[in-house]
Antibody
Framework: QVQLQESGPGLVKPSQTLSLTCTVS??????????WSWIRQPAGEGLEWIGR???????DYNPSLKSRVTISVDTSKNQFSLKLSSVTAADTAVYYC?????????????WGQGTLVTVSS | QSVLTQPPSVSGAPGQRVTISCTGS?????????VHWYQQLPGTAPKLLIF???NRPSGVPDRFSGSKSGTSASLAITGLQAEDEANYYC???????????FGGGTKLTVL
């Protein structure tokens, strides 16, 4: 059974860079037609897709965040990471990592439990 | 404002049937992109409920079903149970915006 777990600071200062890591267990991050994705959810609001990375290199980002986002993969650790620069209070949200299965219909079939990141001085 | 429009809330009594709509456009659902549905119980991560418009992952009861027609999709829940009380989100791709999009979410209340 594939499991994903987010980790990283819960508090980030404005203008700094938010950094989160997602550790994948129960399967190799390099196998299959999977995109490793980040989604966020401000308190009381809906889901927003941030971006995704295919293990073999390609990345796609939400155009509204593209200038500030980097998603990378560390195959040696079976992890992938999110960096979001120049954060403001508007970036305060629960951040989820997820696997997008494009060997199927590109559904998000496994999710992490989520981690709350607060942007505040 | 999401490009996939869902009703903010729906409700039903135990045992009843409810449907949740997801209305898109010719650049997403109408462009033949698949629709997926997720259930988010209070305080938890979303869980895949329906994929590829009308397929259930293993373990999802057959009380849940999905359909798609034209520029819209629907999630139907029959035999409503108290444990179904949650937020439900539709999900697809928008080719004009080049972004994976979610509906705004629908809160299901079991009366």
């Amino acid at each position: 059974q594939v499991q994903l777990q987010e980790s990283g600071p819960g508090l980030v200062k404005p203008s700094q860079t938010l950094s989160l890591t997602c550790t994948v267990s129960g399967g190799s991050i390099t196998s299959g037609s999977y995109y490793w994705s980040w989604i966020r959810q401000p308190a009381g609001e809906g889901l927003e897709w941030i971006g995704r990375r295919y293990t073999r290199g390609s990345t796609d980002y939400n155009p509204s965040l593209k200038s500030r986002v980097t998603i990378s993969v560390d195959t040696s650790k079976n992890q992938f990471s999110l960096k979001l620069s120049s954060v403001t209070a508007a970036d305060t949200a629960v951040y989820y990592c997820a696997r997008q299965n494009c060997g199927g219909d590109c559904q998000l079939d496994y999710w992490g439990q989520g981690t709350l990141v607060t942007v505040s001085s | 404002q999401s490009v996939l429009t869902q009703p903010p809330s729906v409700s039903g009594a135990p045992g009843q049937r409810v449907t949740i709509s997801c209305t898109g456009s010719s650049s997403n659902i109408g462009a033949n992109y698949d629709v997926h549905w997720y259930q988010q119980l209070p305080g938890t991560a979303p869980k895949l409920l329906i994929f590829g418009n009308n397929n259930r992952p293993s373990g999802v009861p057959d009380r849940f079903s999905g359909s798609k027609s034209g520029t819209s999709a629907s999630l139907a829940i029959t035999g409503l149970q108290a444990e179904d009380e949650a937020n439900y989100y539709c999900h697809s791709y928008d080719t004009s915006l080049s972004v994976w999009v979610f509906g705004g979410g629908t809160k299901l209340t079991v009366l």
